[in-house]
């Protein structure tokens, strides 16, 4: 049973946006937490940033003004528009969900526990 489903990788010179899309099943879309999540060539998975079920986001470091997490609940989509790209954005993109922890999201893809199967962005120099 397919829960989540990312679309919009591709790739992009260096300079230019994407916007990636998670469809999320109803239920899964009720999780306090979803967000995107990134894995890059050799490296480990990494949180890019999350949106709570209230609206409250948060964004790692290399992200925070240059992405732009949102979710439109009447679609059940969470989105990523991914602007100004760099090649070291470079990685396959997850969407996933989770039931936060205290009453927050975090980063750290450990507190996530349903996953999509990834689109994959590169960005060329």
């Known amino acids: 049973q397919v829960q989540l489903v990312e679309s919009g990788g591709g790739s992009v010179q260096a300079g230019g946006s994407l916007r990636l899309s998670c469809v999320v099943s109803?239920?899964?879309?009720?999780?306090?937490?979803i967000g995107w999540f990134r894995q890059g060539p050799e490296k480990e998975r990494e949180g890019v940033a999350v949106i709570a079920s209230d609206g409250r986001t948060s964004y790692a470091d290399p992200a925070q003004g240059r992405f732009t997490i949102s979710r439109d609940n009447a679609k059940s989509t969470l989105y990523l528009q991914m602007n100004s790209l760099k090649p070291e954005d470079t990685a396959m993109y997850y969407c996933?969900?989770?039931?936060?922890?205290?009453?927050?999201?975090?980063?750290?893809?450990?507190?996530?526990?349903?996953w999509g199967q990834g689109t994959r962005v590169t960005v060329s120099s």
């Open positions: 996933a969900a989770g039931p936060g922890i205290g009453g927050r999201c975090y980063l750290h893809p450990r507190w996530y526990n349903t």
């Open positions: 109803f239920y899964i879309y009720r999780s306090d937490c």
